[in-house]
């Protein structure tokens, strides 16, 4: 095996890797609303339009390898945690109740799960989309220019 084709391979990894975030965090995501029957809010369906698209956009550009993802991926990604970050915000306090977008149906700041004391639904989605975000930069810095 080649110095290139061994750089390859593990370029493949990496983005086997992000997907693989991506695809458990969809399908986390899918598990606590038809599982565990917790109703989205608003600003859980909008991370699930920049989460549901990743999934699939990664797997395309697995086979064959595609390095050029990182143009379309990034964006999705970024903007989906900026909206995670807002809703965290949200959920903490940080940010006033009259600004919250939920304000008919399911609330923005519902407890649903909490795991050591701050770990809730929209941190899982910003750690989720923190990772995507830093591994599809690293592997941007991997990759030939």
């Not at 899918?30 to 549901?52: G, K, T, V």
């Not at 550009?61 to 945690?81: E, K, Q, S, T």
């Amino acid at each position: 095996m080649t110095d290139s084709d061994r750089e390859d391979s593990i370029n493949w990894y990496i983005l086997f890797a992000c997907w693989m975030i991506a695809s458990v965090s969809a399908l986390g995501s899918m598990f606590f609303s038809e599982i565990m029957e917790f109703a989205p809010c608003s600003l859980c369906w909008y991370q699930r339009a920049f989460m549901f698209p990743l999934v699939f956009i990664l797997l395309i550009a697995l086979f064959p390898f595609d390095g050029n993802i990182v143009r379309y991926a990034l964006p999705l990604a970024l903007a989906g945690w900026g909206l995670a970050f807002y809703h965290t915000l949200l959920y903490s306090g940080v940010i006033p109740e009259n600004l919250q977008p939920c304000s008919q149906g399911v609330s923005c700041s519902e407890t649903y799960i909490d795991i050591f004391g701050f770990i809730t639904v929209p941190m899982l989605s910003l750690i989720s989309f923190s990772l995507i975000i830093g591994t599809l930069l690293f592997l941007k810095r991997r990759l030939p220019k």
